[in-house]
């Protein structure tokens, strides 16, 4: 197979580069480095027997967009301004990436004559909903610009699937963690941050009372999601699949974890309670278990030791 990836050399597009070229499939990274590592645009790091090009490119320039696109089966978009703060602070420019840019991916897609495009959306398109586990058909309820941006994407999916029969598929993700995630990333989570508090001999911050939970999801599984999105033999037109573990944990049940990767000597500090802060996150994940096959292959405590093995073997990227 031959796939495109927007936003290659971001966490979670490099992963997904690697598990293509070791599938043998050819794979065409596309990224401008606005939030990706310029390490992840060397062909050279990566094993496999796929063969594996980088281009400098933004998506929203869909004309050099579709000449990149021609002869591919496949586009995985996972290219964003993927930050919460930074859409409420600069919601044009973050519109531009996350609105147009899917749009400019949909359309040269459409053009080049792409089979399907697999999107990358995000569970905080449902807002603070109080339904648990949440399924994909919970109401949108954005409560930042990026996930009213990430709804409307998954939205244009859709249409396009409609209006133009392009196949296409989005994927929300719940709170991916896993190796080559840095705590500043667009997509960090708390866990990166108390790993790269724990090995800098820092003291984690804690929001509120630590009793907030989330479903984390580890990197494998997101990356698992995506190549069964791409090989699905059935039509796949618009659809919503949540990704997750199907479970929640504490973030005080993850703190408790990175310490003991760190001989107990891992020391915490308190915070206000962040305004807006969800409770809880759960997805019901029955629906890409049941039409994708998917089921996650890393549990909550197997995630965190091979996080924890990444991070204390010097981060290497």
Not at 9 to 29: Q, T
Not at 58 to 82: C, Q
Not at 162 to 188: D, P
Not at 252 to 264: A, L, N, T
Request: aromatic share 10%.
């Amino acid at each position: 197979m031959k796939v495109a990836i927007t936003g290659s050399a971001g966490f979670i597009g490099s992963n997904l580069v690697e598990a293509c070229l070791l599938k043998g499939w050819d794979v065409i990274g596309i990224d401008n480095l606005s939030t990706g590592f310029l390490e992840m645009t060397n062909a050279n790091r990566f094993g496999g027997s796929g063969k594996y090009q980088w281009c400098d490119l933004d998506v929203n320039d869909t004309s050099e967009l579709y000449h990149a696109f021609l002869g591919y089966d496949v586009v995985f978009h996972l290219a964003a301004l993927a930050r919460v703060p930074f859409s409420i602070d600069h919601p044009l420019e973050a519109n531009m990436a996350n609105i147009t840019g899917t749009l400019s991916v949909l359309e040269a897609a459409r053009t080049a004559g792409v089979k399907r495009v697999v999107f990358s959306c995000s569970s905080s398109i449902f807002g603070g909903s109080n339904i648990f586990p949440t399924p994909e058909d919970t109401e949108h309820a954005p409560l930042s610009p990026y996930a009213l941006q990430k709804s409307a994407g998954a939205t244009y999916c859709k249409l396009y699937s409609e209006l133009h029969g392009l196949e296409t598929v989005s994927l929300t993700y719940y709170n991916v963690y896993g190796k080559y995630q840095r705590a500043n990333s667009a997509y960090a989570t708390v866990i990166p941050a108390f790993f790269e508090a724990a090995s800098e001999g820092k003291s984690c911050r804690i929001d509120g009372d630590g009793g907030q939970s989330r479903d984390f999801c580890h990197v494998d599984n997101v990356v698992q999601a995506n190549i069964l999105a791409a090989e699905h033999g059935g039509k796949l037109m618009g659809e919503l699949f949540n990704v997750a573990n199907g479970e929640t944990h504490s973030v005080r049940e993850v703190f408790d974890s990175i310490k003991s990767y760190y001989g107990g000597n891992v020391k915490s500090y308190g915070a206000p309670a962040r305004l807006g802060d969800p409770r809880k996150s759960l997805a019901d994940i029955s629906k890409a278990v049941k039409v994708l096959g998917y089921k996650p292959k890393v549990g909550f405590k197997e995630g965190l030791k091979k996080t924890a093995d990444w991070w204390q073997g010097g981060c290497k990227i």
